[in-house]
């Protein structure tokens, strides 16, 4: 019959000689190559002290973002509760106060905005939707925790640092100052 | 009268304790190093990292899994002989002590005159002791497989305890061979004959060869470790174990492995000599005791080297079944020890004649 491939391999089955029935030759070529695999590199990342990077489109958990004089951006249009397929963001809008002016851009602002990140498919359709540029998902992803309550993100955690009052805090969260790849992204770099 | 047959040589008394306490508690520490070399070369040869989070490179490893032990619940099962499945792991732990009484560790210590021989008990049938505390090792095995009373671990009882006594008779077999050549059966003896890297192992490789393999048979070590096959029949004799129960088992099993490596340095490898170097005149130079000192850090240096090999081959060769193993005892080692015995008979003949 005609080989499929070029990879087929005759078995041979002819019966062992003297020298192969010994199996030494090939105990003694077995442990050549264990050995020689203790000089090899290791393809593990040790990871919790080192990651692979990401490419700048990896969607891990959200981030709320604030513009540059560190205002909301959320308007609480809802919008991207609308577009999520899990029905994992849930929130409630708020009118702005006259002396809140300097907390949030518009009128209106999100009073309670959550994420259960248990429900979330990291879609970024809510990215998507949004017409604020208020939601991104940011390159961390992996969380943790003891109670299924924890996984319901609240603004503490989602809101990123004011770059007014914390830039550090802001730049890191933006994945500036360092070698990984941002964060989050910001306007510039979606347009 | 009474008073002379009572006198103890203090001193002597005294140095005897000193080195058991040492050399016990030396082939503890070792023994659970063993573990982590094993897990760290394990790793190291499968392209992994191995155990890398309790200490620097994982050295508190062994302290974790110890204390993990003896934290876990100790379970006796209701219908098993509980005398017997106590004394299982005592017995197998030691049998797996004693053994290192008649190794010498090195030659001797010069202090106020006296020499202190690093050797706890130089008994003139050194190798027989050791045969024979080898062999009791079997009741470890099989008393902890029949109290469990549990049919599949009396079956990893049986199948163990009549390797290692397969193993023993090849292993015997060997031996007399080199025997054969020392005229001694005390380790110091032979030892000493091998000083200036006379090793034994340019006149009997295959009773090295011989002795290696069934060293492993009688350690329960991987290519022969049927008596536990950890990761397909079941735990083996110790299924029923947990906590430090099973600790003593795999405790053992690594004691035991220090103890052959340092039994085959001692036999073949010229146990404490300093290789291509004159002993006899490099204490003369420098001194008994940094040399006696230096020549324990070679056997230990040798002893790692074995350990290393041990730990090497667990990781390469995979496991023989029931069948090729007895096929390679009875039918391969046996009569190959007993050729290599009268090809050895036959040439000491002729150089005497």
Redesign the interface.
């Given at each position: 019959m005609q080989p499929l491939t070029s990879k087929a391999k005759v078995v041979d089955r002819r019966p062992m000689n003297m020298w192969e029935r010994m199996y030494l030759p090939a105990?003694a070529k077995?442990?050549s190559?264990?050995?020689g695999?203790?000089f090899?590199k290791?393809?593990?990342v040790?990871y919790p002290e080192k990651t692979r990077p990401f490419s700048p489109v990896f969607r891990g958990l959200h981030v709320l973002n604030r513009d540059e004089e560190g205002r909301e951006r959320c308007t609480a249009c809802g919008l991207c509760a609308v577009a999520c397929p899990a029905e994992a963001i849930t929130m409630e809008g708020a009118e702005r106060l006259p002396s809140e002016e300097g907390l949030y851009r518009e009128e209106k602002y999100a009073a309670k905005y959550e994420i259960n990140m248990l429900r979330c498919i990291f879609c970024g359709l809510c990215e998507e939707a949004c017409p604020k540029d208020a939601i991104y998902l940011s390159e961390t992803f992996a969380p943790s925790n003891y109670t299924r309550k924890g996984f319901i993100y609240g603004k503490e955690e989602l809101l990123i640092p004011d770059p007014k009052t914390d830039p550090e805090a802001f730049a890191r969260a933006r994945g500036e100052h360092g070698q990984e790849a941002p964060a989050v992204k910001t306007n510039s770099q979606m347009r | 009268m009474h008073i002379t047959l009572l006198a103890l040589d203090w001193t002597l008394f005294i140095d005897k304790v000193i080195l058991i306490v040492i050399i016990l508690g030396l082939s503890l520490v070792i023994a659970m190093y063993e573990t982590w070399a094993e897990r760290k070369?394990a790793a190291?040869?499968?392209?992994?990292?191995g155990p890398?989070r309790a200490g620097p490179g994982g050295l508190l490893q062994p302290l974790a899994d110890g204390l993990k032990l003896f934290m876990k619940e100790e379970i006796v099962p209701g219908s098993s002989n509980r005398l017997l499945f106590i004394l299982g792991p005592g017995l197998a732990m030691l049998t797996a002590m004693m053994t290192s009484a008649v190794v010498p560790w090195s030659s001797y210590l010069e202090v106020g005159g006296r020499h202190f021989d690093l050797q706890v008990a130089d008994v003139n049938i050194g190798i027989l002791y050791v045969f024979g505390v080898v062999s009791m090792g079997v009741y470890g095995v099989m008393i902890g497989g029949w109290a469990s009373n549990n049919k599949f671990s009396l079956l990893a009882a049986v199948r163990g305890a009549s390797q290692i006594i397969s193993y023993e008779l090849a292993m015997g077999l060997s031996i007399i061979s080199l025997l054969m050549i020392t005229g001694s059966l005390s380790l110091r003896t032979i030892v000493q004959e091998q000083q200036n890297t006379h090793y034994y192992i340019l006149y009997q490789p295959v009773g090295f060869l011989i002795f290696l393999v069934c060293s492993f048979a009688e350690c329960n070590r991987t290519p022969f470790d049927l008596s536990e096959a950890d990761n397909e029949l079941n735990m083996g004799f110790h299924l029923e174990y947990s906590s430090m129960k099973l600790g003593f088992y795999l405790f053992s099993e690594y004691v035991n492995v220090f103890i052959s490596s340092a039994v085959m340095a001692t036999l073949y490898f010229g146990g404490y000599d300093i290789p291509f170097v004159d002993d006899a005149a490099l204490a003369q130079h420098w001194g008994q005791n940094p040399v006696a000192i230096l020549q324990a850090v070679c056997f230990f240096a040798k002893i790692v080297c074995f350990i290393f090999f041990f730990i090497?081959?667990r990781?390469?060769?995979p496991r023989f079944r029931y069948d090729q193993l007895m096929k390679l005892g009875w039918k391969m080692l046996i009569p190959l020890a007993i050729l290599n015995m009268l090809v050895t008979g036959f040439l000491i003949l002729l150089r005497h004649h």
């Open positions: 105990i077995g442990m190559i264990t050995f695999h203790m090899k290791r393809p593990t040790n | 070369v190291l040869m499968q392209d992994r990292r890398n090497w081959v990781w390469t060769i």
